[in-house]
T-cell receptor, first 113, second 113 residues
């Protein structure tokens, strides 16, 4: 079956620290991979995506590389800001599936000034 | 552009009462998703529609839950009778044809006492 496993939170960092949130997946075939972000009191919004192996998705200083050999899609940012405090969800879309996404459990990130 | 609209934003009700949550997807989007988010279970897909037709309702917890999409611009999720364990944030999301990016609404926070 298809599943996504994320690094357990919560994660607390100081401003300007380096961020990594781990995500690994299990899927048949070659899925598309996503990171969504949920700011306090809001719905999820797409942060970045990658549709094939070795693709790098990037947005707002965040990056993630689709690693087929390790079935991973880790989220990174070189210098986090207080405004990055949110819950981050890794997700996959099975290549041959319909429109639905499979989400990880989410990782809560808090950045302290 | 208006995003996905959900109403009400907050609902407090007593156990045994009927609850109806409403969603207006983004105009032109042809897929609609209902999710439930709790601390214990994370984000769960309940049901999704494509062109107003239910495609996958395997996530609907039990017969107390029902969802309808009478037209392309409106969907409801009904719980009858409600129970305290239904307390959660319920999200609606929509997707345009040919895309896999889901646009989430702000959610409805349901509390059943």
């Amino acid at each position: 079956g298809n599943s996504v496993t994320q690094m357990e939170g919560p994660v607390t960092l100081s401003e300007e620290a380096f961020l990594t949130i781990n995500c690994t997946y299990t899927a048949t075939g070659y899925p598309s991979l996503f990171w969504y972000v949920q700011y306090p009191g809001e719905g999820l919004q797409l942060l970045l995506k990658a549709t094939k192996a070795d693709d790098k998705g990037s947005n707002k200083g965040f990056e993630a590389t689709y690693r087929k050999e390790t079935t991973s899609f880790h989220l990174e940012k070189g210098s986090v800001q207080v405004s990055d405090s949110a819950v981050y969800f890794c997700a996959l879309r099975p290549l041959q599936g319909a429109q639905k996404l499979v989400f990880g459990q989410g990782t809560r990130l808090t950045i302290n000034p | 552009d208006a995003g996905v609209i959900q109403s009400p934003r907050h609902e407090v009700t007593e156990m045994g009462q009927e609850v109806t949550l409403r969603c207006k997807p983004i105009s032109g989007h042809n897929s609609l998703f209902w999710y439930r988010q709790t601390m214990m279970r994370g984000l769960e897909l309940l049901i999704y529609f494509n062109n107003n037709v239910p495609i996958d309702d395997s996530g609907m917890p039990e017969d107390r839950f029902s969802a309808k999409m009478p037209n392309a611009s409106f969907s409801t999720l009904k719980i009858q009778p409600s129970e305290p364990r239904d307390s959660a944030v319920y999200f609606c999301a929509s997707t345009p044809s040919g895309s896999y990016e889901q646009y989430f609404g702000p959610g409805t926070r349901l509390t059943v006492t």
